[in-house]
C-alpha cells in the first residue's frame, strides 16, 4: 500500500504542474533488438529492450523502492514462440529524493528476455511486438508507454545480428541465477537478517544487497555486511510496513570475485 499511495500523490503532483513546458515525448526511447537475424526453428533466441532515459530523468527497477512503479513488458508472441524465465534486469541504482530512497535507472537501461522456439509450428518469420510501461521522474513524475516490434527471419541457417556482441557483453554482465539451498533469513523486531550460507564458488566478498521483494525493509537504512568464510551475514532495518514476512526472500547479491572484479547473482532464500 506505501508504494501505491505514494505513486498516486506523487502523479497527482505532477499533472498540477504545466508540462508543456517540456516535451514529454522525448524523456524515453525505446527500441528494440535481438541477437539473431535468422533462426532455425527449435532454437533459442535473446530480445534486449533498450529505453534511453532523458539527463537528470529516471525509471523504475523491479523493486522501485520507496516510492514510484516497476517497469513493466508485456509480450506479444507468435504460436510456437515462448518466454525462457524473466527478464534480466541491470544492477539497479539507488536514487535518493526528499529522503526517500528509490531503486531505479538513469540514462540508458537494458531489459533482456530469453525466448525458445517449438519445432513442432511451422514459421516463415517471427514476430515480436514489446508493449513497455514505465513512470518516468524528477521533481515530477509522468507514467508513459510505448511498443515496439521486431521480425526475425526462419530459415535453414542461423545467423547472428549486428547487436549479438552487444546483447551478448550484456548478459556477461547481468547478474547470474543461483539456487541457494542453505542460506535463510530471520526477522526480529526491527532488523532483518540474512544468512549466506552457500554462495557461487568465485565469490570472495560480498559487497551490497537489494531486496528484491517490496515492502521488506527501510530502503534508506544502511546495509550492514559481516563477511566470513565461505559465508556472509547481511542486517537490514526492517520497514514499519513489514507486517508479515513472507515464507521467501528475492534477492540481488553484489560481490568481488577472487580477482576482485564486481559480479553479482540472483538468488531466493527461504524463512527458517
Given at each position: ?234 542486517e537490514l532495518k526492517l520497514s514499519p510496513y513489514a507486517s508479515d514476512m513472507p515464507a521467501e526472500l528475492e534477492l540481488l547479491v553484489l560481490y568481488k570475485d577472487k580477482n576482485g572484479s564486481p559480479k553479482s547473482y540472483e538468488t531466493i532464500i527461504s524463512n527458517k
Amino acid at each position: 500500500m506505501k508504494n501505491i499511495a505514494l505513486t498516486i500523490i506523487t502523479i497527482m503532483f505532477a499533472f498540477c504542474h504545466n508540462l508543456s513546458a517540456e516535451n514529454t515525448d522525448e524523456l524515453v526511447d525505446l527500441s528494440i533488438y535481438s541477437n539473431v537475424k535468422q533462426l532455425q526453428i527449435g532454437s533459442d533466441f535473446y530480445i534486449a529492450i533498450k529505453l534511453s532515459v532523458a539527463d537528470e530523468w529516471h525509471i523504475y527497477w523491479k523493486n522501485p523502492g520507496d516510492s514510484g512503479l516497476p517497469t513493466e513488458v508485456k509480450w506479444t508472441l507468435p504460436k510456437g514462440v515462448e518466454k525462457v524465465g524473466g527478464l534480466k534486469w541491470q544492477i539497479p541504482e539507488r536514487i535518493e529524493w526528499s529522503g526517500m530512497v528509490n531503486y531505479g535507472f538513469e540514462h540508458d537501461v537494458y531489459l533482456i528476455q530469453k525466448f525458445k522456439t517449438s519445432r513442432v509450428v511451422d514459421l516463415q518469420s517471427i514476430d515480436i511486438t514489446a508493449d513497455v510501461s514505465w513512470l518516468i521522474c524528477k521533481e515530477k513524475c509522468i507514467p508513459q508507454n510505448d511498443k515496439a516490434s521486431i521480425k526475425i527471419e526462419v530459415g535453414e541457417m542461423f545467423e547472428k545480428s549486428s547487436e549479438n556482441k552487444m546483447i551478448q557483453d550484456l548478459l556477461a554482465k547481468a547478474p547470474k541465477t543461483f539456487k541457494a539451498v542453505k542460506s535463510n533469513f530471520k526477522a526480529g523486531k526491527e532488523k532483518l537478517e540474512i544468512r549466506l550460507l552457500d554462495m557461487p564458488n568465485d565469490v570472495a566478498e560480498v559487497t551490497d544487497l537489494f531486496v528484491v521483494t517490496d515492502e521488506i525493509v527501510e530502503n534508506n537504512s544502511k546495509v550492514e555486511i559481516k563477511n566470513n568464510s565461505n559465508s556472509a551475514v547481511v542486517e537490514l532495518k526492517l520497514s514499519p510496513y513489514a507486517s508479515d514476512m513472507p515464507a521467501e526472500l528475492e534477492l540481488l547479491v553484489l560481490y568481488k570475485d577472487k580477482n576482485g572484479s564486481p559480479k553479482s547473482y540472483e538468488t531466493i532464500i527461504s524463512n527458517k
